[in-house]
C-alpha cells in the first residue's frame, strides 16, 4: 500500500507519520508542498504542525498551496485522505470537510493525552476496530471545533461525526472536552467518508515503551482495511 | 488605489480573545463597556483605478482568503 505525505513550510510531524506508516507496512513518500502532482498513493497525509506559521488563520495558507489542487482533486474521486491537527485545519480551510476549528475556548495551548470514543464504524478509517476508545495524542491551540447550525444537523445526518473526546469509558461531558468543541468533536468526515480530520495524533501513540499502542491500533487497522 | 477590509467574528461565534479584552478594560477603570469583539483589517493597494472593480476584486479575495465565511464577516472599506 502507498502512502504520501504532504510537508508544507512549518510542519513538524511529517517525519513522525512517514515513521509511523512505514512501520506498519505503507510505502510512503514525502511530498513538497510546491509540488504540482502526486504520486499514486493509497492514502495522502497532511501532516500536524503550523504551516506557514497559522498566519491568517491555520492552515488558510497551506489549503491554497500548488499541491492542494491535486489533493482535492484525489479526494473528490474518492482517494482516502486524512489530516491531522494543522492537517485537519487545511482540510476544513480547503472545504473537504465542513466547520472551522477556533481558538480553544480559555485560550491554552493543550499538550496531553486524551480519549476518543469511535462511534461510526461504517467506514474504511475505523471499520473492524476492536476497540471503541482510543488514547491519543493532542497538542493544539486552535482545536475548538465550530459549525453553524444547519451544518451541525447535515454531519449528524449523515453520521460525519468520527471522534469525540470523551472518558476512559467513553463517556462524552463537558469535563473531557479539552478545547470547547461544539459536540466534543474531535474529528469528522466529508460526506462521502474517504476524507478524515482529526486534531488527535495516531502517530505519536505507536511505541509501547514511550506512549502507548493505540496509534498501532489505529494505523494496522488502517491497512488492513484499505488491503 | 488602496483599499480596506475589515473581518470581524460573526455574532454567534465565541470570541475567547475580545472576551479577555473586555475583562482587562474593565480591570483597567473603563468601566462601560458593553463587549469586545477582536477582528482583522487589511490594507491592499490594487493595480486598479476603478473603485467598483478595485472594491470587487477585495470583495473576492475576502471571499476566497481573507475571511472565512463559515465565522466570519468581512467589510469592504474604500480608501483612496
Redesign the interface.
Known sequence: MKSSVITFPGSNCDRDMDVALTKFGFKNKMIWHNDQELPKSDLIVLPGGFSYGDY??CG?MAS?SKIMHSVINFAKSGGLVMGICNGFQILV?SKLVP??L??????QFICKNVHVKVDNKENIFFKNLDKKVLEFHIAHNEG?Y???ND?LKEIEDNNQIAIYYCDQNGNTNDQMNPN?SIKNIAGIFNKEKNVLGMMPHPERMIDESLSGEDGSIFFKNLLNNIK | MKVSAVITLKKDVLDPQGKVIHETLDSMGFNSVNEVRQGKYFEIDVKENDPKKAKDLVEDMCKKLLANLVIENYKIIETQ
Request: with cysteine; hydrophobic share 25%.
Open positions: 491568517l488563520r488558510s491554497k480551510e466547520g472551522v477556533l481558538r480553544n475556548k480559555y485560550l475548538n465550530f459549525c453553524t451544518q470547547g
